[in-house]
């Protein structure tokens, strides 16, 4: 078995108002010098598999269709 | 000319839907659900608005790819005429029939009010009933209405007068990237738009502004 996290974020350029109102709050809370705070996603799945690329390849096919809309989001992969 | 209306768990705009076309039209649409793979022989496909999966992952994102959703895309490609409006404009970004993507609302709150629209293409299978620069009043209830597209799908869109409606008169409610209230598909049979014109189509609604849409993708269009 192999346990995987994907972890998914918004491209660059592509406006983040969740982001940027979290942002405001760390301001708020007192934290100086905070900028650029993106939102994104993690999925943490199990496969069952031990074959490794097999896992990788499946995953990317599963970003690609599913968990990433690849208009406006950049998705990456790690196997523990 | 015959309609259907797609059914998903979650959508509840489907009655309202149902309502408009059956009025409008005279004849009540087919109902189609989600596991449907063949869609019966009409000239207009309604996705609807609503929550579909409770907005779970991305709005839209898990209708998209439900067996129906093939269907519509094959029935898309033969030039059938679908309409997604609030959530079913979410499922068809998704489902990648339309281009660009619906963020969340500019403000993080959910909208619901009504708004202008400018007629920015009145040269559509959905909007021969209005003339081109026309304003015209519609509901908007949606937290997820804002549209994105980069800057070189933006160029397109725009540029092949796939921009069917902008908010008009200062009253994007989402933050729309240059407004954009309704985008098309390059062939034009394909149109998405957050607003919610089967809410205005009668006096009972305070107007009916909405109905030249239905109007003009069902072709009853008075002379």
Redesign the interface.
């Known amino acids: 078995m192999i346990k995987a996290r994907v972890t998914v974020t918004l491209k660059n350029g592509v406006l983040d108002p969740q982001g940027k109102a979290i942002e405001g709050a760390l301001g708020a809370l007192g934290f100086d010098g905070i900028g650029h705070v993106r939102q994104g996603k993690v999925f943490d799945l199990q496969l069952e598999t031990a074959d490794k690329a097999k896992a990788e390849a499946e995953l990317k096919a599963m970003c690609e269709k599913l968990l990433a809309n690849t208009v406006i989001e950049n998705y990456s992969i790690s196997l523990a | 000319m015959k309609s259907a209306v797609v059914q998903l768990p979650g959508l509840n705009r489907d009655r309202d839907m149902i309502a408009a076309l059956t009025k409008i039209s005279g004849k009540a649409p087919v109902t189609v659900w989600q596991t449907e793979t063949e869609i019966p022989d009409v000239d207009l496909i309604v996705i609807p608005g609503g929550f579909s999966y409770g907005d779970y ?2 709005c839209g ?2 209708a998209a ?1 439900m067996p129906v959703m093939q269907a519509i895309k094959s029935k898309a490609e033969q030039g059938v005429r679908v309409l997604g409006v609030c959530n079913g404009f979410q499922i068809l ?2 489902a990648g029939l339309l281009p ?2 619906l ?6 709150k959910f909208v619901c009010r009504e708004v202008k629209l400018e007629v920015v293409n009145a040269d559509t299978d959905f909007t021969r009933a209005y003339a081109k620069g026309q304003v015209i009043r519609s509901p908007v209830a949606h937290h997820d209405g ?1 549209y ?3 800057a070189e799908t933006l160029k397109a869109v725009e540029g092949n007068g796939q921009v069917v409606f902008r908010y008009a008169e200062g009253t994007n409610p989402n ?1 729309s990237i240059n407004d954009i209230a309704g985008v098309m598909n390059d062939k034009g049979n394909v149109l998405g738009m957050m607003p919610h014109p089967e809410n205005l189509i009668e006096v009972a609604h305070g107007g009916s502004d909405g109905r030249g849409i239905f109007a003009s993708a069902l072709d009853v269009i008075a002379a």
């Open positions: 992952l991305r994102a898990i790819r970004v998704e660009g993507a963020m969340r609302n500019a403000s993080l804002n994105f597209a980069d933050g």
